[in-house]
């Protein structure tokens, strides 16, 4: 395997302030200025660090998601905010050794520029990368100081998780997948999560617009407690979903607009119909069937998860999880609700629909289904994304699996509505499409 390495300091972030976007607080001003200059920002080595640690390097929920204390939060989410354990497996899924690959060398395309996989670890600020061929470990590297059984948050990642929970029910026919999401949760009548149907929720058509001060994602970390809550903020998650509004004129089809209120609107209906919470559901029906170490979740103060976006896994775990599904694509079909739900993410998404959505740029061709991306490759690829660099890599044909956990800065704007401004000011560097290119230059190394 590669040996752990260190990224080599980085010059101070510099910021630059986008008008008529602030909010309040400390963490709602910084996420409303263009990341254009946060670059590779690498953690204060004294951040958390003596006892009692420098008050200048203290994490709180006002700098968490802030350079230079990002990365401590990404692999400390349980010191942040409250959790729920999810028990690993009696007998994980092996990772054994493969013929190791020298990657550090390869070139690839960010924007006009080419990179080597060494820059591009460093540049945005990577915590772990592993690669599997074939079920095998061919490339695993750490850096500045992440350990391979230290958790780290997977961000959006954890949405994918849920929609594999739903199309179990699905499958179990515990869940209609046209039917009405308020038919499953009565609460969410007139909303437009509750509007619309079970497979509206999962695939991201739902006509929702968010009130200004209640963004999306910003709104949501203020309700599980992630940042320092504002006034008019929601307290909790089932509070933030009652706050969204209708969006568009109600004359055409909802267009694809990825936010985090439809998967933890379809989480109040798995709670609901199970009975059981959505930790206790993961745990038992897809953490314990391959997980070397536990996994937690972050929750509001009803106990709500997280579940667009709070689950924490270390890099070797998140690589089982991602083989394991692999897997199952590999396998013939069964009766197993497990394995159905993984071949429904092969069925066709709408790719015209995608590409005039709010994720389209950098994902030409792609489509989306049950809360994972459609590559639409020829090999079948699937994969899940979330912020701060998260990305899993499945791709079916070429047996290979790739993750990547990162504390990338990222404090560009989400859009409240479709057709909003998004994500605006983000760096080639931290795009999809450089990640893309990434796995276009990796495959040509893999032996057939």
Not at 132 to 145: F, K, N, P, S, T
Not at 338 to 352: H, I, K, M
Not at 376 to 391: L, M, P, T, Y
Not at 408 to 421: I, K, L, W
């Amino acid at each position: 395997m590669t040996p752990c390495t260190s990224p080599a300091p980085a010059a101070p972030l510099r910021r630059r302030q986008a008008p008529g976007l602030l909010l309040g607080a400390t963490f709602l001003l910084a996420s409303a200025l263009l990341p254009a200059q946060a670059a590779a920002v690498a953690p204060s080595t004294g951040v958390m660090q003596g006892f009692p640690p420098a008050p200048e390097l203290r994490v709180n929920k006002a700098n968490a998601f802030l350079p230079p204390y990002l990365r401590w939060s990404m692999t400390h989410a349980r010191e942040v905010s409250p959790t729920r354990n999810l028990a690993r497996a009696r007998t994980p899924l092996p990772l054994p050794s493969g013929q190791p690959l020298e990657l550090g060398a390869l070139t690839f395309k960010a924007g006009d520029e080419s990179l080597s996989l060494d820059r591009y670890l460093r540049q945005t600020v990577t915590d772990g990368l592993i690669v599997l061929h074939r079920g095998r470990v061919v490339y695993e590297r750490y850096l500045d100081g992440f350990g391979d059984r230290q958790p780290h948050i997977w961000a959006s990642m954890t949405k994918s998780v849920t929609g594999l929970l739903a199309a179990q029910f699905i499958a179990e026919g515990k869940l209609d997948p046209e039917a009405r999401l308020a038919s499953y949760v009565p609460e969410l009548e007139g909303t437009p999560f509750g509007e619309s149907s079970v497979r509206a929720n999962l695939d991201m058509r739902v006509a929702v617009a968010y009130p200004e001060k209640v963004p999306p994602d910003l709104g949501l970390f203020a309700a599980t407690g992630l940042i320092p809550r504002q006034p008019g903020m929601p307290e909790d998650i089932y509070t933030f979903l009652k706050l969204a509004q209708p969006g568009g004129d109600g004359t055409e089809k909802p267009p694809f607009f990825y936010q985090n209120g439809s998967p933890e609107a379809l989480a109040w209906a798995l709670r609901r119909i199970s009975g059981k919470t959505w930790a206790e559901l993961v745990e038992e029906r897809i953490w314990s069937r391959f997980a070397e170490e536990d996994a937690y979740v972050q929750v509001d103060q009803l106990g709500a998860e997280m579940a667009s976006g709070g689950m924490s896994g270390n890099l070797r775990d998140t690589a089982r999880f991602a083989e394991l599904v692999r897997r199952e694509l590999a396998r013939e079909a069964s009766d197993d609700s497990f394995n159905q739900a993984v071949r429904s993410l092969f069925e066709p998404g709408d790719a015209a629909v995608f590409a005039r959505g709010n994720l389209a740029p950098g994902r030409p061709g792609y489509a989306y289904r049950n809360y994972w991306f459609q590559k639409n490759d020829g090999d079948n690829s699937i994969e899940a994304s979330g912020r701060f660099g998260q990305k899993i890599y499945i791709n079916p044909g070429r047996e290979l699996v790739i993750v990547k956990l990162a504390s990338t800065p990222d404090e560009a704007r989400r859009a409240s509505s479709a057709g909003g401004e998004d994500r605006a000011g983000t760096r080639a560097m931290d795009s999809a499409a450089t990640f893309s290119n990434l796995v276009s230059a990796l495959l040509v190394q893999l032996p057939h």
